[in-house]
């Protein structure tokens, strides 16, 4: 085994320059944060400025908490690897001397076994049947039924399913939501009733489109403020995620939440919008970070995680609420339908009332397909 060294003067030379450059980083950070303070609101508040600074000024806090982190880390590490090294060296001499004592017994027990051991009827019987049972196990079991784990049976089921007629994008999404809802508990009917929201939605990472040209009267006046002052039928509108990139959209959200959401615009497969939309590209910049271009893959990621994000967090009595009246249902169907009317009114919460009863039936079709039904 190699010999293990830690280098203790280098980690405190190292840890020490660590603590200089901090204090540079808390400077810093004085200096933003004072910046931020001299500047007019009008100011801060274009393109996004006051919101960049906030954000330089908590990135700069967390750099010092972390440093700070790894120097006590480094200091309390070093303690400890003193006292375990002079422990060890007290005890290695201890070692030394018991193994002699072991070379020593071990040779006098080798000297006694070489003396050949004389057969005796009873030990001549029992290698009989050791000989009888050894030749019994050798024989195949049979191997037990494998049961099928129900949650990954509804997965393939919905995988399998073509009735629905869904685009691949579109089933490669609900099957990554039905799985990642299945495994954290959730019920097989409210899983489906999240799902036929998600069926009659938006595709994921797609920007709301602000194009009602044959229609101008119906273009929602938050997407008119949108195009006016953000230029959002050019850059945004009808687009993806996926080429407009992370930054850009990060940088658009920012403004909108200095000017209060004035304006606003729907994103994704469940289209969020105002300031639930700030929480999903959160999510997405965990998935691939803040100047990247997301794959469909990633999309389809990001936007489950939030999903899941808000039905653990601050939508999730939409599924208590749900299971409290149709839990204990033994009726599958009419409980599945339940579940996407409920997920429509209340987390979904579009403007067309008419839509909790489409996603409904939605919800309940791919009910009967996850179950096998179809």
């Known amino acids: 085994m190699p010999k293990i060294h830690v280098d203790t003067d280098l980690i405190i030379s190292l840890s020490s320059d660590a603590m200089r450059k901090l204090r540079g980083i808390s400077d810093t950070r004085s200096a933003v944060s004072s910046l931020k303070s001299s500047q007019d609101s009008r100011i801060l508040a274009r393109r996004g400025i006051g919101s960049r600074l906030s954000n330089a000024v908590k990135e700069l806090e967390t750099l010092d908490q972390r440093i700070r982190a790894v120097y006590g880390f480094a200091q309390n590490a070093m303690d400890k690897y003193k006292a375990v090294d002079n422990s060890l060296a007290k005890e290695a001499g201890n070692i030394g ?23 005796t009827p009873e030990t001549a019987k029992l290698a009989n049947l050791s000989n009888t049972s050894a030749k019994q196990q050798e024989k195949p079991k049979e191997k037990p039924a494998e049961t099928k784990d129900p949650v990954q049976a509804m997965i393939d089921n919905l995988s399998k399913d073509t009735s629905l007629k869904l685009t691949k994008e579109k089933k490669d999404t609900l099957v ?97 919008t105002g300031e639930r939309t700030m929480g999903l590209i959160d999510c997405y910049i965990k998935v691939c970070g803040e100047k990247g271009f997301p794959t469909k893959e990633q999309c389809i990621e990001a936007e489950s995680m939030f999903i899941l994000q808000e039905l653990k967090g601050s939508y999730k009595n939409v599924y208590t609420n749900w299971k409290s009246k149709y839990g204990n249902s033994k009726d599958g169907d009419a409980a599945a339908k339940a579940a996407g009317s409920v997920v429509c009114k209340e987390y979904e919460k579009p403007k067309d009332p008419n839509q909790a009863g489409i996603r409904g039936n939605n919800a309940e079709k791919i009910y009967d397909v996850m179950m096998g039904k179809k």
């Open 176 to 272: 990554y939501m039905a799985k990642l809802l299945l495994k954290e508990g959730y019920d097989p009917r409210f899983v489906a009733g999240v799902l036929g929201n998600i069926l009659a939605e938006g595709s994921v990472g797609m920007f709301e489109s602000s194009n009602y040209k044959s229609n101008p009267k119906k273009e929602p006046d938050y997407l008119k403020y949108m195009d006016k002052y953000h230029d959002y039928r050019k850059d945004y509108s009808g687009k993806n995620i996926s080429e407009v990139g992370i930054e850009k959209t990060k940088e658009l959200l920012d403004e909108l939440e200095d000017e209060g959401y004035k304006g606003k615009f729907g994103l994704g497969c469940v289209q969020w």
């Open 97 to 119: 001397q018991m193994r002699a004592k072991l070379a020593s017994v071990s040779n006098a027990s080798a000297k006694q076994s070489e003396k050949p051991k004389e057969k």
